[in-house]
């Protein structure tokens, strides 16, 4: 069974979640003040734990990222003992040598540069509790924002995803959550692919703007059964009654799927699993 099938799709990008542990969330919150630039908004304790908000330099409606504690009472919040994986939540950074010093300065480990198939300048972060964040140079940034590190959510690429085939995983998204094919890098055996962007409207076609997301092959040593990344990329799904249809045609259709955390009347999530164990989350959020 599809779930979408060539069609709008129902899933809008919207950021995510950085996890922590519930007993080092303070000091969580503290380092990312400190080391990432960001300004802090609020935290306090939610039907499924902490949450802490941060607002992004580039001062958008959407630039917000949130810390998230683990939950051991939620499956779609539990610390388990699973790999980061091939998903990654992507950051644009402006001066690529400046901000790298300031890491290495800061003890804070970082990947060697690597590059986009549109050349584009690539690194990861580990962040606090060895979270990672995948850094991705934005030059039309340089020297805008000379104290923040991590500015805004990624715009060339705003989620990497790694796959073994790609033939079959552009089917798997397109098939299964409507995304759309945007162009195929053939010598990197990559492609991007559009979803929609998160609007306060949905159904208001003109207000959705296509997000990038990259589908890269990478080979099978670097896949294992399920991942469970602590940088969490999410989707959105409104109204609810939308949410819990998806939910429920996931399951139907045989996608390993969570059961939901939360209550849809206010706040609520799950998440699910492509071909290659990837792990894609989707919430509702009711303004």
């Avoid at 492609?191 to 609007?199: E, F, N, Q, T």
Wanted: aromatic content about 14%.
């Amino acid at each position: 069974m599809k779930v979408k099938g060539n069609m709008k799709s129902l899933l809008g990008w919207d950021g995510g979640f950085i996890m922590v542990k519930w007993d080092q969330f303070e000091e969580a919150v503290k380092w990312y003040q400190r080391h990432m630039g960001w300004t802090f908004i609020d935290q306090f304790i939610t039907p499924v734990g902490k949450k802490a908000f941060f607002r992004l330099p580039i001062k958008t409606c959407h630039a917000q990222v949130t810390l998230k504690s683990f939950e051991s009472d939620f499956e779609h919040f539990q610390e388990l003992q699973a790999p980061e994986g091939n998903v990654r939540l992507t950051f644009d950074v402006a001066d690529l040598e400046h901000t790298l010093s300031y890491f290495r300065k800061n003890n804070i480990e970082v990947s060697s540069i690597d590059e986009l198939p549109d050349g584009t300048k690539t690194f990861d972060i580990y962040a606090f509790g060895g979270a990672r964040l995948t850094a991705v140079h934005n030059s039309q940034l340089d020297g805008i924002y000379p104290n923040a590190r991590l500015i805004d959510f990624g715009t060339a690429v705003c989620t990497r995803i790694g796959v073994k085939n790609l033939d079959d995983s552009l089917e798997w998204y397109n098939n299964q959550l409507g995304f759309q094919l945007a162009e195929r890098y053939s010598e990197s055996k990559s492609a991007l692919i559009h979803a929609p962007g998160s609007s306060w409207g949905w159904g208001e076609e003109e207000n959705i703007i296509p997000i990038p997301i990259l589908l890269e092959t990478l080979s099978d040593d670097a896949f294992s059964d399920k991942s469970n990344p602590s940088a969490r990329v999410y989707f959105d799904v409104r109204p609810k009654e939308k949410f819990v249809k998806l939910h429920e045609d996931l399951k139907r259709a045989g996608i390993e799927t969570s059961e939901i955390a939360g209550n849809p009347d206010s706040w609520a999530g799950f998440h699910f699993f492509d071909l290659d164990g990837n792990r894609l989350n989707v919430w509702t959020y009711q303004m």
